[in-house]
């Protein structure tokens, strides 16, 4: 299975999607803000990035930017799990640089299916 960086400040938010992701086997790793995205970033090479777009100090539009920007990392889906659920808040995601977008509250039956499909199209 994948493995999966979740970048996320609210832990009960990374709680859920750690147990649902990893009941189908895959491998969750965690940060809480950027600083620690982007340190993780340097020793492991996660198949997927689940990003939380309203985080404190450097949001996840900043943060994605700054992945995208980096050759060792641009290569890999970035996908929004975030509130953000407005008119133009899906475009101003994807303008970001993410190559997906998922909205909360979490659907915990169809979150599996949705990462399923982000990972099929990054392999």
Known sequence: MATILYVEDDLPNRILVRRILAAEGHEIVEAGNAEEALQTLETLKPDLILMDINMPEVDGFTLTKRIKQNPAWQHIPIIALTANVMKG???????????????????????????????????
């Open 89 to 123: 808040d899906r475009e101003r995601v994807l303008q970001a640089g993410c190559d997906g977008y998922i909205q909360k509250p979490i659907d915990v039956d169809a979150l599996p299916r949705q990462i399923a499909t982000f990972l099929k199209r990054g392999a």
